[in-house]
């Protein structure tokens, strides 16, 4: 069945670069997204990228996506404490059906 | 426009007792879904809908009931709460495309 897998956590100091890594196996996925939840909060939607994308750039956001291995990434550039928080993958399973089947999450600790 | 919008953010239920989540959103979007989200295993899909009228389930359907009478509305039933139904749940909207998902503020249920 489909599945996600991240790494549980991922800590780095203010200013330099982050990049939190998720694996999936549904290769019919359309879209594949990445959410931030913050403490005691929602999930917001950061961004997603179309399965026949390799990368898409948004401000200090990039999304890499490699659909031979079925890896995606998401680097933060110049990252800073407020950019701490919980990150989860999550792909949107075949026929595009709204069905999002998500990763534990990455815990990012941003260091001052 | 409120977005998406969950009642209540708190509830502490005894074994056995039933309850509605509420969940409403205000952007006309067709797809609604209820998610659980338990520690270390992401976000799980409970019910979805993909219109008024029509219901389906997700990964983790029983002990749980979902309608959906308006476009707006989507609201979770749990029918005779179990300690293993403690968690916090999510209640998200979509269009009809299914590209962008948005989330609620989530509710946190204690089942004792």
């Known amino acids: 069945g489909e599945d996600v897998e991240q790494s549980l956590f991922l800590s780095v100091r203010e200013g330099d670069s982050s990049v939190i890594n998720c694996t999936y196996t549904?290769?019919?996925?359309?879209?594949l997204y990445w959410y931030k939840q913050e403490p005691g909060a929602g999930l917001q939607l950061l961004t997603y990228?179309?399965?026949?994308?390799d990368m898409k750039q948004d401000q200090r956001l990039t999304v890499l996506l490699n659909k031979k291995d079925k890896h995606l990434s998401l680097r933060i550039a110049d990252t800073q404490t407020g950019d701490s928080a919980i990150y989860f993958c999550?792909?949107?399973?075949?026929?595009?059906?709204?069905?999002?089947?998500f990763g534990q999450g990455t815990t990012l600790q941003v260091k001052p | 426009n409120a977005g998406v919008t969950q009642t209540p953010k708190f509830q502490v239920l005894k074994t056995g007792q039933s309850m509605t989540l509420q969940c409403a959103q205000d952007?006309?979007?067709?797809?609604m879904s209820w998610y659980r989200q338990d520690p270390g295993m992401g976000l799980r899909l409970i019910h979805y809908?993909?219109?008024?009228?029509?219901?389906d389930q997700g990964e983790v359907p029983n002990g749980y009931n979902v309608s959906r009478s308006t476009t707006e509305d989507f609201p979770l039933r749990l029918l005779s709460a179990a300690p293993s139904q403690t968690s916090v749940y999510f209640c998200?909207?979509?269009?009809?495309?299914?590209?962008?998902?948005?989330f609620g503020p989530g509710t946190r249920l204690t089942v004792l």
């Open positions: 998200a909207s979509g269009d009809t495309a299914v590209r962008e998902q948005f």
């Open positions: 549904d290769s019919s996925s359309t879209y």
């Open positions: 990228i179309f399965s026949n994308m």
């Open positions: 999550a792909e949107n399973g075949p026929g595009n059906t709204g069905k999002l089947i």
């Open positions: 952007m006309n979007h067709e797809y």
């Open positions: 809908s993909v219109g008024a009228g029509i219901t």
